[in-house]
């Protein structure tokens, strides 16, 4: 069974406007990140996007784009249209790979797919890493999973879970504690297409309303998410234009090696 590969790109951003298409060593960003995921085992990758010169773009590096409605509440709602739209069946598997990760690593598109494939009971996939510093671990915007046994998600939250009472019973926040192997979420999805169709007709939980995390919807509703530690560490994405230069400079002393 094979899996499909759909890349969501917007044009609006409050941070960086026209993101998908800025120039990155003589491509769009978005290039970048549609030859990354056609370096993946993908039988198909899809650029999703609602604005035409995102697909005008596109186009001209020869990917296939779906035009989608510039009305989707969240990324996985845009997802789901992709695969109504392109008529996708209920048991195939979607990997969403977003379109501000021109150095996402091919292998961990194929491990996502690969263990939703493994795990029938589960209807996302998704993968970790390692937290290895306290800055990171008390940080909002990291976005920390916790895991059963078998590597199904319990939670994810934007606070420090688990909390280390006794780390932290003095107020010391100073230093990162001893005895729990936290794990930062890596944002990228396998999805059962029969999922997107359940999730879309879902009302948003308050705990995703209160955390702005939309995977949590689908752990209200009773979907089993499961959680792999990442073959790869993906570098970083691009939020910024801070963010563009960094990745730059990176594929510049790679192509110097």
Avoid at 68 to 77: I, K, L, N, V
Avoid at 216 to 244: F, K, M, S
């Amino acid at each position: 069974m094979g899996f499909s590969v759909v890349i969501p790109a917007r044009f609006a951003s409050s941070r960086f406007p026209g993101k998908p298409l800025a120039d990155l060593l003589g491509k769009p960003m978005l290039q970048h990140v549609y030859e990354r995921a056609c370096e993946s085992e993908a039988l198909r990758v899809i650029i999703a996007t609602d604005d035409q010169r995102i697909a005008d773009a596109a186009k001209t590096f020869g990917a296939e784009v779906c035009m989608t409605s510039s009305d989707h509440p969240s990324g996985t709602d845009r997802l789901q249209e992709v695969v109504q739209s392109l008529g996708f069946y209920a048991d195939d598997i979607v990997v969403n790979v977003q379109g501000d990760e021109p150095l996402i690593p091919p292998r961990i598109i194929n491990q996502v797919a690969h263990n939703l494939m493994a795990m029938p009971e589960a209807g996302i996939a998704t993968l970790s890493e390692p937290i290895d510093s306290i800055e990171a671990l008390m940080n909002p915007n990291v976005v920390k999973v916790i895991s059963d046994r078998q590597g199904m998600a319990l939670y994810f939250s934007r606070a420090t879970l688990p909390w280390p009472r006794n780390a932290f019973q003095s107020g010391d926040h100073s230093v990162m504690p001893a005895g729990f192997a936290w794990q930062r979420h890596i944002g990228l999805y396998a999805y059962r297409v029969r999922l997107l169709n359940d999730f879309v007709t879902w009302p948003p939980a308050a705990l995703e309303e209160v955390e702005c995390l939309e995977q949590l919807r689908a752990l209200w509703n009773g979907v089993r998410i499961h959680v792999a530690p990442a073959d790869e560490a993906p570098p970083t994405g691009v939020d910024t234009p801070e963010d563009l230069d960094r990745v730059r400079e990176w594929l510049v002393q790679q192509a110097a090696h």
